[in-house]
């Protein structure tokens, strides 16, 4: 070793003195930029914190409880919905093609896209890039304008059509044809069908139409036309049948009645030929005269006698007591065409007004959401114009994007139980 050191001289130190190493601000200025962390927070830390980092642990998970509440609050009307689908789907069919699932569409877009610039908001914070954060932040506030501005143009149809909950129910049958498929055209021939019978028609004739109201009317209003509590009206006592002409009645009884009907008694829905689309006009008047045999005795009281029910091992059920099965095709004939539609056909079903409560009810808190968003935004993007973000903690820039995520999020949910389902 001493040989190869006389060989060798030694390499000289290289030390750099204060004076010739480079400055600290212009390496520093080399480098990339990299991502702030939640560490760099020159907010004051409060007495209970030891470490900004613990402050900053703590204050999210203060924020996640706060989604947690907000998924459950969704999460019970979301059971009240599955409830309802469960037991009523029939609002649910009747509904759902009256709302405009191209709008609904457009809306989930907007959303969604909103999160995209949502997440850029906070990556700009991240990286100290005012101007970024500032035009992704204003993008994210446009498209919580546009939602709701679209949510609006679809709320202000259904209050136009009368598709409002509860009591306020009272739908436009035109509305709800067109929402259905119909045209223009068919509208006006649907409207011709509340006119006068077409010319051809014989007089109704009362046997006939004892058999078809057997078969298709006793079912609510009894054999007798006495009614059933809860299912139609006692037809011998009526003074609506009274006071009203053949003419009148077919035409009645073409399009049914809704039980928002101030004429209705027993607030029900009476379906469009009594739910029994193969009767045509001219069974209609059969009918109507067999109406015409019962006393319209408006203070007449009915005993209703309870028999006792026959064993079917000791007696036999007396025919006269079995109702005739409905009327059908004889032989090989080709059955009758159905009658054509009319606008009660497009009647709702009970309970409709259900479904729109349940519309209001979810599309709605929703919409109060997205306007709690928007003012979080607004507050965020003051923030960003004063230049608070570029040194400062970015932590409620991040916090704000969770929330506004969130409400996308139950949007998409929201958006197929609703408008797709």
């Not at 999210?60 to 789907?89: D, H, N, Q």
């Not at 209003?221 to 299912?231: I, M």
């Not at 209609?284 to 079917?312: C, G, H």
Request: net charge positive; aromatic share 10%; glycine share 8%.
């Amino acid at each position: 070793m001493e040989l190869v050191s006389e060989i060798l001289p030694a390499r000289p130190s290289r030390k750099y003195t204060p004076a010739t190493s480079p400055p600290r601000r212009v390496v520093e200025d080399a480098l990339p930029e990299a991502p702030a962390t939640h560490t760099e927070a020159v907010e004051p830390l409060t007495h209970h914190f030891t470490t900004p980092d613990q402050q900053y642990h703590a204050s999210k998970l203060g924020m996640w409880l706060f989604l947690t509440t907000e998924v459950l609050l969704f999460a019970g009307l979301f059971c009240v919905y599955a409830v309802l689908r469960s037991s009523k789907p029939e609002i649910f069919a009747w509904g759902r093609p009256l709302l405009d699932k191209n709008l609904g569409t457009i809306n989930t877009l907007i959303l969604i896209a909103s999160s995209f610039t949502m997440a850029m908001a906070v990556r700009s914070a991240q990286l100290r890039q005012r101007r970024l954060l500032i035009i992704m932040l204003s993008l994210t506030l446009l498209a919580g304008f546009g939602f709701l501005g679209i949510k609006a143009i679809e709320y202000d149809d259904k209050i136009h059509f009368g598709l409002l909950p509860g009591d306020r129910f009272n739908p436009n049958l035109k509305y709800v044809a067109v929402s259905n498929g119909v045209t223009r055209k068919q509208l006006r021939d649907m409207a011709n069908r509340y006119g006068p019978p077409p010319a051809g028609l014989r007089t109704g004739d009362a046997q006939l139409g004892k058999e078809l109201f057997t078969a298709t009317c006793a079912g609510c209003h009894a054999g007798d036309g006495t009614g059933k509590p809860n299912q139609g009206a006692n037809l011998r006592a009526s003074k609506f049948i009274a006071s009203k002409n053949d003419q009148e009645l077919l035409a009645f009884v073409r399009g049914g009645r809704l039980p928002t009907d101030p004429n209705s008694v027993l607030k029900l829905t009476m379906p469009p030929r009594g739910g029994n689309p193969t009767l045509n006009d001219q069974k209609l008047l059969d009918v109507i005269a067999y109406l015409r045999t019962f006393k319209q005795e408006e203070n007449v009281k009915y005993l209703s006698v309870v028999m006792p029910t026959p064993d079917p091992f000791t007696a036999n059920t007396p025919r006269s007591e079995i109702p005739p099965a409905a009327i059908g095709p004889a032989g090989v004939a080709k059955p009758e065409s159905p009658a054509p539609k009319i606008l009660s056909d497009y009647s709702p079903p009970p309970n409709e007004a259900l479904f729109f409560s349940t519309y209001f009810l979810l599309t709605g808190l929703h919409g109060l959401h997205v306007l709690a968003g928007m003012g979080v935004v607004t507050w965020l993007l003051v923030r960003a114009f004063r230049g608070h973000f570029d040194r400062g903690p970015y932590t409620p820039v991040e916090f704000g994007g969770m929330y506004w995520h969130l409400v996308d999020l139950i949007w998409i949910v929201l958006f197929p139980l609703m408008y797709l389902a």
